[in-house]
Each structure stands twice: as C-alpha cells, then as structure tokens.
C-alpha cells in the first residue's frame, strides 16, 4: 500500500485558499474547460513525510513509529503549532510544473515533527522519502496547459495571499491511490 503522512488544513482555510485559486489565471483557465489539474480541496494537505509502498503487514510497525513521534513532539509544547497559508511558488518547468501555496508561523514546529516522524521511521526500517522536508501545500499541477507568463503571475499573486490562521492538531496516516483522480484513505490519526 502507498502510504505518506499528513496535516490537514481545516476546511475555513482550505475555503478561503479555494476563493483565492479561483482567481489565478490558473483558475480562469480551469472554469473555461482547460485540465490544469487544479488539486481537488478536499485533499487539500501537508505532507510531513511520504513513505510510498509499504508491505501490508508493516502497517503496525508504521502506525507505532507515528505514534511515538506524535507523543514526543506533543511533550513539552503547551499548544500545538499555529500556521496559516500564505506567499507561495511554483518547481518544474515545462509539462512538470506545480503551483502551490507557502506555510507561515510555525513553520519550525512542523519541521520537527516531520524530523521525529522520519527518525521514527528510519529506526523501524521503513521506507520513506528522505528529501528534506518542504512546508508547502500543492494547488494546480499546469504543466504546460497555460503560458509559463501565466504561472508566473500567478506565483507573483499569491506572495501578496494571507489566509487564516489555524492550528494543527492533528497527524494523519494516509493511504493514496494514484490514478487521474487520486483517492485518499485516512488510516490512523494522533493528536499533536
């Protein structure tokens, strides 16, 4: 099974970032029928650490590993990380490029949870991207649909975009299924 590792931004911050998306060029392009393969709000997440596939009877192994590490960031901290999306980017060019949206606040916290999350996973010998971790949430995968100038005003645009501040609270274990409309399963969470 693919397996990877999230926080799910709440539904008022992924609606105001949905308005905010729908007047980007991307957006236009996609009301007007073009696939620019705008990332489906209701999947809307950070991924802290991607484990692709991993055996079926490993599962446990994963969700104890995840575990702990929820409870050791969770010791110690008298709230759990308060963020916000906002500013963002894009990566790739050509047919691989991605658009997406920044992380702002606690960004650091974040950043040690997905350290412990990793540390965890190595020590139980489980697979998992050992890229450093990128606070950011993926919004439209245009490729090469529109005009590069399009992306890059779009990516001018959302430097100026703030959206609510929210706190995550809580770490979730995801099963993906890939496909031209990906589906995503919610295994186990852990209060963080």
Same mark, same amino acid.
């Given at each position: 099974?693919? $397996?990877?590792?999230?926080?799910?931004?709440?539904?008022?911050?992924? %609606? *105001? /970032?949905?308005?905010?998306?729908?007047?980007?060029?991307?957006?236009?392009?996609?009301?007007?029928?073009?696939?620019?393969?705008?990332?489906?709000?209701?999947?809307?997440? /950070?991924?802290?650490?991607? /484990?692709?596939?991993?055996?079926?009877?490993?599962?446990? %192994?994963?969700?104890?590993?995840?575990?702990?590490?929820?409870?050791?960031?969770?010791?110690?901290? *008298?709230?759990?990380?308060?963020?916000?999306?906002?500013?963002?980017?894009?990566?790739?060019?050509?047919?691989?490029?991605?658009?997406?949206?920044?992380?702002?606040?606690?960004?650091?916290?974040?950043?040690?949870?997905?350290? $412990?999350?990793?540390?965890?996973?190595?020590?139980?010998?489980?697979?998992?991207?050992?890229?450093?971790?990128?606070?950011?949430?993926?919004?439209?995968?245009?490729? %090469?649909?529109?005009?590069?100038?399009?992306? $890059?005003?779009?990516?001018?645009? $959302?430097?100026?975009?703030?959206?609510?501040?929210?706190?995550?609270?809580? /770490?979730?274990?995801?099963?993906?299924?890939?496909?031209?409309?990906?589906?995503? %399963?919610?295994?186990?969470?852990?209060?963080?």
């Amino acid at each position: 099974m693919r $397996l990877f590792v999230a926080v799910y931004p709440p539904r008022p911050a992924v %609606d *105001d /970032l949905t308005v905010q998306v729908a007047r980007l060029r991307v957006g236009t392009a996609f009301a007007a029928g073009i696939n620019v393969r705008l990332a489906d709000p209701a999947n809307a997440h /950070l991924t802290l650490a991607f /484990l692709g596939d991993v055996a079926d009877d490993r599962l446990v %192994d994963v969700e104890s590993a995840l575990g702990l590490a929820a409870e050791t960031f969770r010791t110690g901290r *008298d709230s759990s990380p308060r963020l916000r999306l906002g500013g963002g980017g894009s990566f790739g060019r050509g047919r691989f490029t991605v658009l997406w949206v920044d992380l702002q606040g606690d960004v650091e916290g974040l950043a040690v949870l997905a350290r $412990l999350i990793r540390f965890g996973l190595r020590r139980s010998k489980l697979p998992h991207d050992e890229k450093p971790f990128r606070a950011h949430l993926t919004i439209a995968r245009p490729g %090469d649909r529109i005009d590069r100038a399009d992306v $890059l005003a779009d990516r001018e645009t $959302l430097h100026a975009y703030v959206g609510p501040e929210w706190a995550a609270e809580e /770490l979730v274990l995801v099963r993906s299924h890939q496909g031209p409309r990906p589906t995503y %399963d919610r295994l186990a969470a852990w209060s963080i």
